[in-house]
């Protein structure tokens, strides 16, 4: 590992310019010249449907008769996405969440009731195929094309002249969109004392998220072909329309819960 002798105790020398020169041209955006401009939208990659099985152990500040009441609130740290090389198509997902958990008990048959909060941290690596393809190009930041000059003699490198191309693409991260979170669990009560009460719940949990990959892109509504005209019928039929995840889900979980 080559050491930088330029940074030292976190702070680095500072290169001073003496001459800075600045040339601006302006172009038109990617697209055909066009009455309507072209839009920076965020385009929907995938609809992502995700399953974590999580084990966890709550270590109660005292020991508990009964548990009254538990809430639960699933919220995402991180969720960073990449387009996968080995499989075009694809990306990989790493996903890292917490599940917040209000826990309510009492300690005896009468008295107050506690009130305890913990967070039960979880993540996921995943490769999720996108419907939309994602943009990315990447760069070179290295002195890899250099460039080098005839000394005068003609006989070798110039030492005292050189230089370099480097470049960079600035691409739009893939961002994600939480639609839809749902907790599953199991409870079991450990370590009882012999008047009856327990101090450590091991808790298995099912979560399920759902959300959206998102990317965004330039769009161009001048190459969208306009919809095709022509007579209505009277009777239009009937079309059978693909659902999404989502779709699928709620419709499962309504006839699960019987919500209208």
Known sequence: ??????????????????????FTRSFSPVADIQKVPVYDV?????????QADVEADIKLPTPAREIKWIRK??????????????NPGY?????????????????????????????????????????????EFLSNKSSVHERRFL????????????GSRTFEFYNEPIECK??????????????????????KITEKMEITLIFKLLQTQQ?????SPPPKKGPCPLWPAQKSVEKTSRERFVEKIQGMYRIR
């Open 1 to 22: 590992m080559k050491k930088n002798t330029g940074c030292l105790n976190g702070s680095c020398d500072i290169s001073k310019a003496r001459t800075i020169d600045c």
């Open 42 to 50: 965020p385009v929907v990659l995938a609809e992502v449907e995700l």
């Open 73 to 86: 609130n699933v919220s995402l740290k991180q969720c960073k996405a990449i387009p996968s090389i080995q």
């Open 91 to 135: 990306v990989k997902l790493f996903i890292t969440g917490v599940v917040h958990k209000n826990i309510q008990y009492v300690e005896e048959c009468t008295g107050y009731v506690m009130d305890y909060s913990t967070d039960i941290p979880f993540s996921c690596n995943q490769q999720v195929q996108v419907f939309n393809k994602a943009f």
């Open 151 to 162: 000394d005068h003699t003609g006989h070798g490198a110039d030492s005292t002249l050189g």
């Open 178 to 199: 939480l639609l839809f979170s749902e907790v599953n669990e199991l409870d079991l009560f450990k370590e009882f004392n012999r008047f009856g009460q327990f101090e």
């Open 219 to 223: 769009f161009n509504p001048k190459l």
